[in-house]
């Protein structure tokens, strides 16, 4: 796989949900209750949204190489993994990239004291918990059929599974 197929949807997906969009949002928001303060170092708050970010920042770096490496795609909808991948954190929760991006967002919404991060944040989910159902998980099932259908039976599409889900569902 060539590092522009990879790079590409890493820069235009998280790349605008992560940095770009809350940007403007900061940018917006500046000089109104909503906008970012700056965290003192001292701050538990600053600390703890830090680790936040470090473990979504891990989730979404494990996730994406699995998509890369045993699903031979990438996390892009016009660049699918060819396999179905029910790896990993994929065995807990159908969504962890996203998941992860989520946590990300409350993490910086946390560390910049910054409400309208938290709003983006929530906006953000909520146009994921639409867009999964109506587009992602039909073209999925179009793809991988009943093994799909069989993983989406057995691992929640938002929060994670206690135990890993160990049946077949690959390609």
Do not use: C, Q
């Amino acid at each position: 796989m060539t590092t522009w197929r990879l790079l590409k949807p890493v820069l235009i997906l998280p790349g605008n949900a992560l940095v770009a969009i809350p940007g403007l949002v900061l940018w917006a928001a500046d000089g109104t209750p909503f906008g970012a303060a700056a965290p003192a170092l001292g701050e538990p708050a600053l600390w703890l949204g830090l680790l936040a970010a470090a473990a979504a920042a891990a989730l979404m770096v494990w996730t994406m190489r699995l998509f890369v490496t045993h699903g031979r795609g990438t996390p892009a909808p016009w660049d699918p993994p060819e396999r179905l991948v029910v790896l990993g954190a994929y065995r807990h929760v159908r969504n962890p990239m996203i998941t992860g991006v989520i946590l990300f967002l409350v993490a910086e919404a946390v560390v910049l004291r910054a409400p309208a991060i938290l709003a983006w944040a929530a906006l953000f989910a909520l146009a994921n918990m639409i867009y999964f159902p109506l587009s992602e998980e039909p073209a999925l099932e179009r793809r991988h059929g009943a093994a799909y259908r069989r993983y989406k039976d057995n691992v929640p599409r938002w929060i994670p599974r206690l135990t890993p889900w160990r049946g077949a569902g690959e390609d």
